[in-house]
């Protein structure tokens, strides 16, 4: 156990610290075990233990404070799903619409409160930092749209409970990723690597199994169906971190001197280009290609390399594997097809087209929490919806003006502290990893919703996180 950690916590509770590290691999063991049987028979007797494993496993690593934590949440998101929930099994539920998520996030969060804040009870009103700029935005945002949202009539109702959820888990997101430092900023990298190739697997089994799933309200999380003569298949959490994740392998894969760790880091991130394809979706292949040109672009102008001709010509025929690789889906096929009425990007412009048909307050001032407007679905017909696709809809549906202006604000902040760390020559890996996370959640935001979602919300706190604590050399030890 660190020593650090040790020396922090009274006797019992480095006790149960070291006895902790024993209670991952046995609970990862039992949650491997039992989720399958609930996925494949919808038992909630094998929910139940689901969710024990996971709420054990969380809170095992929270009391190390170790950066596997946020492998560990990103890995429920990407593989169980951000909305699975006992009601998605057979018979009575006994937790209700319990998400296996929100409470693994939430014994993490306890947890690690408990082992950091707690014993010491020196946590007085002195030792607590003031809030950074990015932390009064937020708080400002919520504020604003707490304060519409009693002003629109304090309703109560799913959506309201959706937007809390959203601000809820953001906040403990936050909580656990600046608190579990063990292991350093390269420990959670590694685990999203690990995590895309998992979530990869997992797609590429669903695809050419031809098991048929249908989305959020399906136990498998996915979306697998035929459409335009091809099979789509669509991880609900997982196809995010694909999106994200070759851009960072391109990064870590650059301060590697192994070959061989080199070769596994293409080969990983050839897979996940293979199994994004298999989604078909435009916007997600669009971001991930661009990603990665943005990470070989910035690398080759801050490290200004000597480029041989066999440099280059090994590039080049990198370049045509993954532009290969990433022409094996549908994707690529939808660039040039024509669009059908209600979908693609005829559905997004109708769903534009019908939030700045609603009344001035709405588009200017927002709604607030539980915010919603009437949109259309894939068939045309108006449905009530309290979520779009396009981020600056969601936002303006949320809080107006105001909310886009912070938006602005929080995005120029980044990008400063990004040239700030960039300058202090931190760890250029970790800040362009944060950097390429954050832009890209943006940029696939116009059109995906992203950052509405638990799914975008975890990695996109996890780049800022990178971006923030950049130090001259990689965190290794517990700060």
Not at 189 to 205: D, I, N, Q, S, Y
Not at 246 to 271: D, E, F, K, Y
Not at 302 to 317: C, D, E, Y
Request: proline share 4%; net charge positive; hydrophobic share 55%.
């Amino acid at each position: 156990m660190n020593s650090a950690l040790r020396a922090t916590l009274p006797a019992p509770w480095g006790t149960s610290v070291s006895h902790a590290r024993w209670l991952v691999p046995g609970g990862l063991a039992v949650l491997v075990a039992a989720w399958p049987v609930f996925v494949f028979t919808g038992s909630q007797a094998s929910y139940l233990v689901s969710m024990l494993a996971a709420c054990s496993t969380a809170a095992a690593l929270a009391t190390t404070r170790s950066s596997l934590m946020v492998g560990f949440l990103a890995g429920l998101m990407a593989l169980i799903g951000p909305e699975v929930n006992g009601e998605l099994g057979n018979g009575h539920a006994p937790l209700g619409s319990l998400r296996i998520l929100d409470a693994a996030t939430a014994t993490a969060a306890i947890a690690l409160f408990v082992v950091a804040w707690w014993p010491s009870r020196r946590a007085t009103l002195a030792d607590w930092r003031r809030p950074g700029a990015l932390a009064a935005l937020a708080a400002l945002v919520v504020g604003y749209a707490t304060l519409r949202w009693a002003m629109e009539g304090h309703r109560v109702d799913s959506y309201l409970r959706t937007d809390l959820r959203l601000i809820v888990l953001a906040a403990l997101f936050w909580f656990i990723v600046s608190n579990c430092r063990c292991g350093g900023a390269r420990a959670i990298l590694w685990c999203f690597v690990g995590v895309g190739v998992l979530a990869a697997l997992k797609a590429v089994a669903i695809h050419y199994s031809g098991v048929y799933a249908i989305g959020a309200y399906d136990r498998l999380q996915a979306t697998n169906y035929f459409v335009s003569g091809q099979t789509r298949t669509i991880l609900v959490g997982g196809d995010t971190l694909l999106i994200l994740v070759p851009a960072v392998i391109v990064l870590l894969a650059t301060v590697q001197r192994s070959s061989l760790i080199r070769v596994v880091l293409a080969v990983a991130g050839l897979l996940c280009l293979w199994a994004l394809g298999l989604s078909a979706t435009r916007t997600g292949a669009l971001v991930a290609l661009g990603l990665m040109v943005v990470a070989v672009a910035a690398t080759l102008v801050l490290a200004r390399p000597h480029m041989s001709r066999w440099a280059l010509a090994g590039g080049l025929v990198v370049t045509v594997i993954v532009l290969g690789v990433a022409a094996l889906g549908g994707a690529a096929s939808r660039l040039t097809e024509a669009e059908a009425p209600h979908v693609g990007l005829n559905f997004r412009k109708e769903e534009i087209n019908s939030f700045l048909s609603a009344s001035a307050t709405t588009k200017y001032l927002g709604q607030g929490l539980a915010g919603r407007f009437l949109g259309k679905n894939v068939n045309g017909q108006p449905v009530l919806t309290g979520w779009a696709h396009e981020l600056p809809v969601w936002i303006a549906l949320k809080t107006g003006v105001f909310g886009l202006v912070c938006a602005g604000l929080a995005l120029a902040i980044m990008f400063r502290r990004m040239l700030d760390a960039l300058r202090r020559a931190g760890d250029r890996a970790q800040v362009l990893a944060g950097a390429a996370i954050v832009l890209g959640l943006v940029v696939m935001s116009m059109t995906l919703g992203r950052l509405a979602l638990p799914e975008g919300i975890l990695p996109f706190i996890v780049g800022v996180f990178l971006i923030s604590t950049a130090a001259p050399n990689p965190v290794t030890s517990v700060t």
